[in-house]
């Protein structure tokens, strides 16, 4: 006798839109602060690239790879290529970077944050995984001191993902 199959129609993939980074009233004293993290080092090659941020920063988040167990080596292959982002980033926006190690990532945003006086920090949205199970901490954190944090995909990572149809995405 013949096998008989069933199966349910997969549901269509939800599409991402690209998006543009929002705009940012520039105009009086910046308030905006960038954040670099280990995810995407490359800001100024990015849609980020057109701010002119007030203060950067690229936070070592030594809590997160702690608890995930991360190796001594690859802490310090992200700790450096941390480094050199800064540094790129630096150049680039002409304004320093503050560099840290932070064990507790949501509040060293934050505080950076307010010591810098910034109303918004915009940053590269992280993909799945320890950094972005971060993220609403991280948010809750800078709203509590009024401050808003702005994500953006790069529009290459959004064009691949809408043509995922399994796998990592």
């Known amino acids: 006798t013949p096998l008989k199959l069933e199966f349910e129609e997969a549901p269509a993939p939800k599409l991402l839109l690209e998006q543009e980074p929002p ?5 009086g004293e910046p308030s905006l602060g960038l954040w670099i993290h280990d995810e995407d080092l490359l800001l100024e090659k990015s849609p980020l690239a057109r701010y002119r941020p007030a203060s950067i920063a690229a936070f070592s ?14 802490r310090e292959f992200l700790r450096l290529a941390l480094a050199d982002g800064a540094a790129r980033a630096s150049e680039h926006f002409g304004v320093d970077a503050v560099r840290q190690g932070a064990e507790d990532l949501p509040g060293a945003i934050a505080g950076w944050a307010s010591d810098s ?8 949205r992280p993909f799945v ?3 972005a199970d971060q993220l609403e901490a991280i948010a809750a954190a800078l709203e509590a001191g009024g401050v808003r944090l702005v994500l953006v ?13 399994a796998g990592f995405f």
Do not use: C, E, F
Not at 117 to 124: E, F, G, I, P, Q
Not at 153 to 165: E, G
């Open 153 to 165: 995909r790069r529009p290459t990572d959004v064009a691949v993902m809408n043509r995922a149809t």
């Open 23 to 27: 705009a940012i009233d520039s105009s």
């Open 129 to 131: 995984g320890p950094l």
């Open 61 to 74: 988040p030594t809590g997160v790879w702690q608890t995930h167990g991360y190796s001594a080596p690859k």
């Open 117 to 124: 006086r910034l109303d918004t920090v915009v940053a590269s």
